[in-house]
């Protein structure tokens, strides 16, 4: 018997992740609003804070739409960001600006403190754009691994 695999790990009792088959029309309309938030975060004109929110919640549902190709589920919205070694063979350069945003995220949504820079935003677009390239190379259009 094989030993099991990291996504395997984490989705044992009381895990961050739980087994589910994938959906295919899911994973496409994750995919969908993935890309086009994406597009318009790289619209300057609008606020940055705006921009921000677009590109993480872009990176959140290409990096989910990754997970649920791969048979799973979060249980916590970070955990997406964390899988990427496992569901896209991405490293810590893509996945700490992520988990970095979402810690970002989360001042902004809960205190009230969400202080973004330009440079900080064009990373976290620089970083979704990776996801969705490896999203792309590694999936199907129909959102089979």
């Not at 018997?1 to 790990?9: G, K």
């Not at 899911?26 to 921000?52: M, P, Q, W, Y």
């Not at 955990?79 to 810590?92: C, D, E, R, S």
Request: include cysteine; glycine fraction near 8%.
């Amino acid at each position: 018997m094989s030993p099991p695999t990291p996504l395997e790990n984490l989705s044992r009792p009381g895990g961050a992740l739980k087994p589910e088959p994938p959906d295919k029309a899911e994973i496409a309309g994750l995919v969908r609003t993935g890309h086009a938030r994406l597009k318009d975060a790289a619209n300057t004109s609008l606020a940055l804070e705006s921009r921000f929110d677009l590109a993480y919640n872009a990176a959140h549902a290409l990096c989910l739409a990754a997970l649920r190709a791969k048979g799973y589920r979060a249980g916590n919205r970070y955990i997406v960001f964390q899988a990427l070694p496992h569901t896209l063979g991405l490293g810590p350069d893509v996945w700490r600006v992520l988990d970095m945003c979402h810690n970002k995220r989360n001042l902004g949504e809960y205190e009230g403190l969400l202080e973004v820079d330009e440079r900080l935003v064009r990373d976290l677009i620089a970083a979704a754009q990776r996801v969705a390239s490896a999203l792309a190379a590694g999936t199907s259009p129909d959102g089979a691994a």
